[in-house]
């Protein structure tokens, strides 16, 4: 059967193409428009958004570290400086597997343990700034900086880098003064303007390095850098100069504080000695100290293992935080409270031990056949302790508490460095809070000879003496002599703070106290004369045998026989010239034993090296 041929419409042919050509069109169309809606989105309305973008593929940014403001001792000896170094860089967000990198670049390098640790901390502190960079080792030598750049290339987000670090050319000489900078931690992280510090490493961490930070650290600058794809810089566009700190000048005078250091011999303790005119600091040495360029960089662990852990606390500030019991110190202000008292009115008798009425407990002095009679003068003279548990007994605690904190007993001083503590000076109201106990007469008549809970620190026992030499007025002590900005060579002083002086019923009982301290070192039976032979000026002082441990009653304190731990502490404080004092001294020698035969000689060689010294 034949097959039937069908035959074609041309026309519905023509009329299907036409009509497919003109759904292809207009999809054509709306995509064109799509494009061209979307070339106009973002050539137009988001231009600035992303020619910045574009900007910043190949510029960047870069913070400016600024540079640390110097610090000087009183005659412009330089105590704290920057010193170049090259340091090994990495920016976290160049670099795709950091624990390969680290890894390939210890072989290249030497990288602690503790600088890995160290730069990891820091790593997770600035997560949130991938693009900061970090640095993982300082202080390269020149041979480690050759063998990286040769290898440069290997390592995409590393670089070595020149900063200044700081350095401390006296070391521990007057590191709880100074105190050191540091790598920033989180908790610094949290107080400091995020933008001020992105290029900075680190911060001050105590002593003055801390207290005046704001002042040393500067103000950050930035460098506007074009870079090619590898992030390499091809060069600078533009830049702000960063604003350099602010130099200090402390009242510290770096040779007496060398005396001082030198002094203390083999003894830990405290010294300090101040101006009394204007609260100046002259020496401030808390023995022993430490190497604070250990710090700097990073200390290891098994260094700060040894300082941490040493018997002899090297990182413990005993200037600020050191509380002893002040011993027969507090005698020439016991004096003269009981004289603003009215309560010296008749000499006592010393048979060698002094009881209260009902109550056989002997209370001892340190000579064992006694004194005899004695008058005030005698009393501090020759530091007779029955005459100072009498006066005690008169004076009652609460009465004693209120006078001796006019002395800034029992408060900070407010010196210009932070941690300051407050000592102790005891009363019935403080012992019902702090202890919910009563206060008994027995604890009042030790308090007169500055034991029992009395507590002071050696900058303020400085600060006190300081007042009784210019006879009540009061001035807080300062570290801060003056501050330079940078580039400048006029100097802001800094202003003597007064506090609220101390006026006395009749001003001639500063007379008769200074007396007294004056026999203590120049009378025929004072208890430092031996301190005081040879001297080229005239000095008034006083000294002091701190308890570290009770004694029963019956018992002899035999110091040979005693752990050098426990034995008493030896203290001294002093005033020179009398009649225009200029210096005042406190000592604290720990463990030492006598105050006449240990702490006042030290402050001798402290007065003459100040006294006698060429002026600069």
């Not at 991938?130 to 300082?138: A, G, I, V, Y």
């Not at 001020?196 to 040393?216: C, D, P, Q, V």
């Not at 209370?363 to 005899?372: A, C, I, L, N, S």
């Not at 100072?388 to 002395?407: C, G, P, Q, T, V």
Request: a positive charge; hydrophobic letters at 40%.
């Amino acid at each position: 059967m034949a097959r039937k041929l069908k035959i074609k419409d041309h026309a519905a042919e023509t009329r299907l193409f036409a009509n497919r050509a003109i759904v292809a069109m207009v999809l054509v169309i709306i995509l064109m428009l799509v494009i061209v809606a979307r070339l106009f989105y973002l050539q137009v309305v988001n231009h600035e958004h992303f020619s910045t973008a574009s900007r910043n593929n190949r510029i960047k940014i870069v913070p400016v570290p600024p540079t640390r403001g110097l610090i000087y001792d009183r005659n412009g000896v330089l105590l704290a400086e920057n010193i170049p170094s090259f340091s090994l860089e990495l920016v976290a967000e160049q670099i795709n597997d950091m624990d390969d990198t680290l890894n390939r670049l210890k072989s290249l390098i030497s990288i602690s343990e503790s600088d890995l640790t160290i730069f990891k901390r820091l790593l997770k502190q600035k997560r949130t700034r991938r693009f900061e960079s970090l640095p993982l080792r300082f202080r390269l030598s020149e041979e480690e900086v050759a063998r990286f750049a040769v290898n440069r290339h290997l390592f995409p987000g590393v670089d070595i880098q020149a900063r200044l670090i700081r350095s401390y050319p006296f070391g521990d000489l007057g590191v709880h003064v100074l105190g050191y900078v540091g790598r920033i931690n989180i908790k610094e992280l949290k107080r400091i303007d995020p933008a001020n510090y992105s290029a900075t490493t680190h911060i001050g961490k105590l002593g003055i390095e801390r207290a005046y930070e704001e002042l040393l650290h500067g103000e950050v600058g930035y460098r506007q850098e074009e870079v090619n794809v590898q992030g390499r810089t091809l060069r600078v566009l533009n830049k702000q100069p960063p604003v350099a700190g602010n130099n200090i000048f402390l009242n510290i005078d770096i040779k007496l504080q060398q005396v001082v250091t030198d002094a203390l011999g083999e003894f830990r303790g405290s010294a300090v000695a101040i101006d009394p005119r204007n609260g100046e600091i002259l020496a401030m040495v808390s023995k022993p100290g430490y190497d604070p360029n250990l710090f700097v960089t990073g200390i290891d662990s098994k260094s700060y293992a040894e300082l941490r852990d040493s018997k002899d606390k090297p990182l413990f500030n005993r200037t600020l935080l050191g509380q002893y019991p002040p011993g027969s110190t507090v005698k020439p202000f016991m004096g003269l409270a009981g004289l603003e008292a009215g309560k010296i009115t008749e000499d006592v008798f010393c048979p060698g031990w002094y009881t209260l009425k009902g109550d056989d407990h002997r209370y001892r002095d340190w000579k064992k056949v006694g004194h005899g009679v004695t008058d005030l003068d005698k009393a501090i003279t020759e530091s007779c302790d029955v005459y100072f548990y009498e006066l005690a007994h008169r004076l009652r605690i609460d009465s004693i508490h209120d006078f001796m904190s006019k002395f800034g007993f029992g408060q900070r001083t407010g010196i210009d460095v932070i941690g300051e503590l407050a000592g102790l000076m005891p009363s019935r109201e403080w012992k019902r809070r702090e202890r919910r106990l009563p206060w008994y007469p027995g604890e009042t008549l030790i308090t007169g000879i500055g034991q029992g809970f009395t507590l002071t620190t050696p900058i303020q026992l400085a600060s006190a003496t300081a007042t009784l030499a210019m006879q009540g007025k009061r001035i807080k002590p300062s570290l801060l002599h003056a501050t330079q900005s940078a580039g400048e060579q006029a100097m802001q002083y800094h202003q003597t703070e007064l506090l609220e002086p101390i006026q006395l019923k009749h001003t001639r009982h500063w007379a008769e106290v200074t007396q007294a301290m004056r026999n203590v070192v120049h009378g025929s039976h004072g208890t430092a004369r031996g301190s005081a032979r040879g001297a080229k000026y005239k000095y008034a002082g006083k000294t002091g045998t701190a308890q570290v441990f009770g004694i029963a009653q019956d018992a002899e304190y035999e110091e040979d026989k005693v752990a050098a731990k426990l034995r008493d502490h030896s203290l001294f404080i002093s005033f020179a010239p009398i009649d225009k004092p200029r210096i005042a001294v406190a000592v604290v020698a720990e463990n030492a034993g006598s105050g006449s035969r240990y702490a006042a000689p030290i402050a001798r060689k402290i007065m003459d090296a100040y006294l006698l010294k060429d002026k600069p």
